[in-house]
């Protein structure tokens, strides 16, 4: 069965403090694998999209890496404006797009 | 160029009674998606459209149904709500660029509906 597994739960960082999250997944057949920020109130907004082991993406102080099992989300020097729920979710090959979530970090960046 | 828009934001309803969400794709896209997320959890498929026909359906009870209209607008349609279909849901469009399409899904910022 398709799974997507976050961790942590919930982070809390001081501003600067860079860290990383993880996303573990089990799919047969990864179409791709897709990172969203999620604000209270607000629905997901993208961030990325990576097709395949080794690949990298980055976006400002953001970057998304993926492993056969793993995908992480490495946040450097954050500002309290990244707080937010970031959700990771896996495609499967097949007829559809449809999107497997996992449940989310929710990341708080104190001043 | 305005993105997904869902409505209504909010809705009340009480047990037994149906309601219908709307939602309008992002411009040049002509696939939608539902999905339900309930508190502290990610969103959960419900099902998708294109060219007006349900083409994948996650694990919801037939009391969800939905529609496409020609414009890719999209209805989401449940009956007999229970309180259990108190939840965030969310609508989400894409572009199908061919059978192996990895355009992103883009999100509307959902319709809050509360059972009582």
């Known amino acids: 069965e398709d799974q997507v597994t976050q961790s942590p739960e919930a982070l809390r960082l001081q501003e600067g403090e860079s860290s990383s999250l993880n996303c573990s997944y089990t799919?047969?057949?990864?179409?791709?694998l897709f990172w969203y920020r999620q604000d209270p109130g607000k629905g997901p907004e993208f961030l990325f999209t990576?097709?395949?082991a080794g690949e990298e993406k980055e976006k400002e102080r953001l970057k998304a890496t993926l492993t056969k099992k793993e995908s992480f989300l490495h946040i450097t020097a954050p500002k309290p404006e990244d707080s937010a729920t970031y959700l990771c979710?896996?495609?499967?090959?097949?007829?559809?797009?449809?999107?497997?979530f996992g449940t989310g970090t929710l990341l708080a960046v104190q001043p | 160029d305005a993105g997904v828009t869902q409505s209504p934001t909010h809705l009340i309803k009480t047990r037994g009674q149906q309601v219908t969400l709307r939602c309008s794709p992002k411009?040049?896209?002509?696939?939608v998606s539902w999905y339900q997320q309930a508190l502290g959890q990610g969103p959960q498929f419900i099902f998708q459209?294109?060219?007006?026909?349900?083409?994948q359906r996650g694990n919801f009870p037939d009391r969800f149904s939905g529609h496409q209209f020609p414009n890719y607008s999209s209805e989401l349609n449940v009956n007999a709500l229970l309180l259990g279909d108190s939840a965030l849901y969310l609508c989400?469009?894409?572009?199908?660029?061919?059978?192996?399409?990895?355009?992103?899904?883009?999100f509307g910022d959902g319709t809050r509906l509360s059972i009582l």
């Open positions: 990576l097709y395949s």
């Open positions: 979710a896996v495609a499967r090959r097949g007829a559809t797009n449809k999107l497997i």
């Open positions: 989400a469009s894409s572009h199908n660029d061919g059978r192996y399409s990895n355009q992103p899904q883009h």
């Open positions: 799919v047969s057949g990864l179409r791709g």
């Open positions: 411009s040049g896209h002509d696939t």
């Open positions: 459209y294109y060219e007006e026909e349900e083409r």
